[in-house]
Nanobody
Framework: QVQLAESGGGLVQAGGSLRLSCVAS??????MGWFRQAPGKEREFVAA????????LYADSVNGRFTISRDNAKNTVFLQMTSLKLEDTAVYYC????????????????????WGQGTQVTVSS
């Protein structure tokens, strides 16, 4: 059974950067995704990466500002966030999705089998 643990969240000023990490235990060769949930809002897709890093996918709202990557030797997935905006404030979750990479499904939270506990990112003005 895969367990995920996120870290790296915190308080940052608008325009700043943060790097989130997600460490996986157990079998880790899955497609991975990052989602976020702001207060009073639905959990939304942020980014995804295929098992061997050959494919990545981003939400329009973060494309060009965030970069997802992974180090399979360390069972870790990263989310590098730059040019942060107030609207990026949320709890960020990583998740794993078994099976083949399918871009249209990587954006759907119902497609993911397991989630971490989340890490809070707060962007201040």
């Amino acid at each position: 059974q895969v367990q995920l643990a996120e870290s790296g969240g915190g308080l940052v000023q608008a325009g700043g950067s943060l790097r989130l990490s997600c460490v996986a235990s157990g079998r880790t060769t899955y497609n991975m995704g990052w989602f976020r949930q702001a207060p009073g809002k639905e959990r939304e897709f942020v980014a995804a990466i295929s098992r061997l890093s050959g494919s990545t996918l981003y939400a329009d709202s973060v494309n060009g500002r965030f970069t997802i990557s992974r180090d399979n030797a360390k069972n870790t997935v990263f989310l590098q966030m730059t040019s942060l905006k107030l609207e990026d404030t949320a709890v960020y979750y990583c998740a794993f999705r078994p099976g083949f990479w399918m871009a249209d499904r990587q954006k759907e939270k119902s497609e993911y089998d397991g989630w971490g506990q989340g890490t809070q990112v707060t962007v201040s003005s």
